[in-house]
């Protein structure tokens, strides 16, 4: 299996920046996309950002312009860079793998990282 160690999450002051880290390690192979969820209290899961295989990326528009994902390929880790934060960005942000490799369709996640913005 795949396991991911989150890292970054703190208070920040609006307007201020945070960048997330994801760590993943065991038995990688045929990792399909890795991604970034967020979820903040009485609210529903969202993906935030993910980045594929061929190097593409995809954002929620409310991050579009203010958020960017990246990777290490080297290290396995993937980056969520957080600029110009809003107090609506508050939650608790979770590292998504995505494993795909003939019959094997896996999803692993991280334990999870508290990102705070005051106003």
């Known amino acids: 299996q795949v396991q991911l160690v989150e890292s970054g999450g703190g208070l920040v002051q609006a307007g201020g920046s945070l960048r997330l880290s994801c760590a993943a390690s065991g038995n990688i192979f045929s990792i399909a996309a890795m991604g970034w969820y967020r979820q903040a209290p009485g609210k529903q899961r969202e993906l935030v950002a993910a980045i594929f295989s061929g190097n593409s990326t995809n954002y929620a528009d409310s991050v579009k312009g203010r958020f960017t994902i990246s990777r290490d390929n080297a290290k396995n880790t993937v980056y969520l860079e957080m600029n110009s934060l809003k107090p609506e960005d508050t939650a608790v942000y979770y590292c998504?793998?995505?494993?795909?490799?003939?019959?094997?369709?896996?999803?692993?996640w991280g334990q999870g990282t508290q990102v705070t913005v005051s106003s």
């Open positions: 998504n793998v995505k494993q795909a490799w003939a019959a094997i369709r896996r999803d692993y």
